[in-house]
């Protein structure tokens, strides 16, 4: 079973992600903020990383320069999704790999398009 770990400050937006990657078959981890997420990355160790720029008691950008630097966590690939972004911030968390951005609220078909293609699933969403 895939593994993802979501750190958001937000309870709805961690649980409304555990929602619904969970009915995709996922395991879902949740971080409250940075530290959190920090220590769950490591113990945790899933295939994908989603999180907000904006954390608590640990930066992202600390978190993700603690994921660099650990072996086991360098190569688990992150997507950010906060609800705003500019240039600065885009060009800061792109130095240590983070390639997809999204904005709140997020498009979910697109969204999960990112996800399938970085756990290599076919997640989509009932357009019914």
């Known amino acids: 079973m895939k593994k993802i ?26 971080a409250a903020n940075g530290l959190e997420g920090s220590l769950k990355l490591r113990s945790s160790l899933p295939e994908l990383v989603i999180m907000d720029y904006y954390l608590s008691r640990k930066s992202s950008v600390e978190v993700l320069k603690e994921k660099r630097e650990n072996p086991n966590t360098a190569s688990i690939p992150v997507v950010m999704a906060s609800a705003k972004f500019d240039r600065e911030r885009v060009v800061e968390v792109a130095k240590f790999g983070v390639k997809k951005f999204f904005t709140k609220p997020v498009k979910m078909d697109s969204f999960l398009k990112t996800v399938s293609d970085y756990l290599g ?8």
């Open 5 to 30: 770990l979501v750190i958001d400050e937000s309870p709805l937006y961690r649980n409304f992600l555990k929602q619904k990657f969970e009915a995709f078959g996922l395991e879902v981890v949740l």
């Open 121 to 128: 699933l076919n997640l989509n969403l009932d357009t019914t």
